[in-house]
């Protein structure tokens, strides 16, 4: 299943429109003038920043992410667009406050459930799949401020409602769901992912702050699995994971020992999911660190029972691990810095990029799961440039594509791997997640507007649009 995806927080827009509460993206302010390399400073939400941000409920300038690319009004041009690109699936997600404007209202918001439907009848017009992200960076505000995001137990039991609510609205429509985006990525973005603003739990050990909320995250997406396949005998779920790639800078056992420690901090939570309970070394970790999780009656037998039907994640980049880093170069990847590789190049937000380490990737997971795979996001972030006849020539990206596809191809037909589907992110221009910046592109369709929103909103088909259309009608490269 080719495609592309994208997630409501940063595509959508339409933030205060047709009865759509706030979520935790459309308070996170962009820093422009920051290094686009400095994380922390795009991550650590603090209470007083999202009170300012309250305070410029008129602002879009500083708060990108609520306009992103305007999906809102632009869905039928864009499906449009993706159909002629061939698109098999679209990775999209739900904005959890479009529907449930507080996540604990009553009832749920008809407007933003007729949206979807729209959105959903659009796609089937053109035979396309949706793959739909459950939570993808859009809890609801109000269950920060007032319930302290998922550390809260009555959040799970907000989640399950609004779960029922999709599945029975979307039962006919949305065969392939995924629960949590990256729910891994509540250890380095507590705040997009958990809702989980440290100033609020002060005296509070925070990394038990955020693996309690990562227990309520598993119990919900346990509980969403049981309900989707509940409402829709024949629903396929996932779990979704940051795959970060790990290799020994060099042959030392002490380096080894280090990317493979590093590794498993990647895969405890697929681990988790898949296998339904919590790996040994993981448990290790709590009690090493007096980390005490509360859990409720028929917690482990609900993650034991409902584990997910088939494995997701993201790969962008890898880095490497040494056990003593000192006067090595470091350089950021996907939401973390770590070694450089003297191997590999890097993009212009400095991510290494490394085809095989997607082969190596696929064949991990497989091998570690024996659960079907599906890259559910890959790209090139790069400086686009838009010529005066509209047009942008992105080889870079193509040439990037071509040899994650070769080495995608690789580990089906070599390695035995079972892959579902690719889903390039981001299928069209959108506000990064890590920096807030447009100028960061990853689409095949180029948006025209600028950091701060200047622009008018147009499409652009991209070089690569065409190359990708071709990938899809061939499936396969053997065109070139
Ligand atoms: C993933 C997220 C996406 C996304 C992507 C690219 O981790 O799921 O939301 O944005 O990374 O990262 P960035 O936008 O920081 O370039």
């Not at 696929?362 to 890259?375: A, G, Q, S, T, W």
Request: aromatic share 14%; with cysteine.
């Amino acid at each position: 299943m080719w495609g592309g995806a994208t997630a409501a927080n940063q595509f959508e827009g339409g933030w205060n429109l047709g009865g759509k509460g706030l979520s935790v993206s459309d308070v996170v302010r962009a820093h422009f003038d920051t290094d686009v390399k400095n994380y922390e400073k795009h991550t650590s939400i603090t209470s007083e920043d999202i009170e300012e941000a309250l305070k410029h409920l008129d602002d879009e300038v500083n708060y990108p992410k609520r306009h992103g690319s305007d999906f809102y009004h632009h869905y039928k041009e864009d499906i449009a667009l993706m159909a002629e690109m061939g698109f098999k699936t679209y990775r999209m997600s739900i904005a959890w406050s479009r529907i449930f404007p507080n996540g604990d209202d009553e009832i749920p918001n008809e407007e933003g459930l007729q949206f979807y439907d729209d959105v959903f009848d659009e796609l089937r017009k053109y035979k396309i799949e949706p793959l739909v992200t459950m939570s993808h960076y859009e809890p609801p505000l109000n269950l920060v401020l007032n319930y302290d995001g998922w550390y809260s137990r009555e959040v799970v039991d907000f989640f399950v409602k609004y779960v029922e609510t999709i599945c029975t609205r979307y039962k006919d429509k949305v065969k392939y769901w995924l629960t949590f985006n990256e729910v891994d990525s509540m250890i380095r973005h507590p705040y997009t992912t958990g809702g989980l603003v440290r100033d609020r739990f002060e005296g509070k050990n925070f990394d038990e702050v955020i693996f309690q909320a990562m227990h309520h995250q598993f119990v919900a997406s346990a509980l969403a699995t049981k309900i989707c396949h509940e409402i829709i005998p024949d629903s396929k779920v996932g779990c979704m994971l940051t795959k970060l790639t790990y290799y020994p800078y060099t042959c030392k056992p002490e380096d080894v020992l280090e990317a493979q420690q590093m590794m498993r901090k990647t895969y405890a939570y697929s681990d988790t999911q898949v296998f339904g309970e919590y790996p040994a070394y993981l448990l290790s970790y709590f009690k090493n660190n007096g980390i005490n999780i509360r859990k409720e009656a028929g917690d482990d037998e609900v993650m034991k029972t409902y584990p997910v039907d088939f494995v997701s994640f993201s790969y962008y980049m890898s880095s490497c691990a040494a056990a003593d880093t000192t006067g090595l170069d470091i350089t950021p990847g996907n939401t973390i810095l770590a070694v450089k590789n003297p191997h590999l190049e890097t993009s212009a937000w400095g991510w290494q990029i490394d085809p095989i380490g997607l082969r190596i990737s696929l064949v991990e997971l497989y091998d570690r799961y024996r659960k079907p795979l599906f890259i559910v996001e890959n790209g090139l972030g790069a400086k686009d440039v838009l010529t005066e006849d509209n047009q942008v020539h992105d080889s870079y990206r193509i040439d990037y594509l071509r040899k994650h596809f070769k080495c995608m191809l690789d580990a089906i037909i070599e390695d035995g791997v079972e892959l579902w589907g690719y889903t390039s992110w981001a299928c069209i221009d959108l506000i990064s997640e890590s920096t807030k910046q447009i100028s960061k592109r990853y689409g095949y369709i180029y948006v025209d507007i600028d950091d701060y929103g200047n622009g008018t909103y147009n499409r652009y088909r991209k070089d690569s649009f065409y190359w990708y259309k071709k990938v899809i009608a061939n499936n396969s490269l053997d065109f070139e």
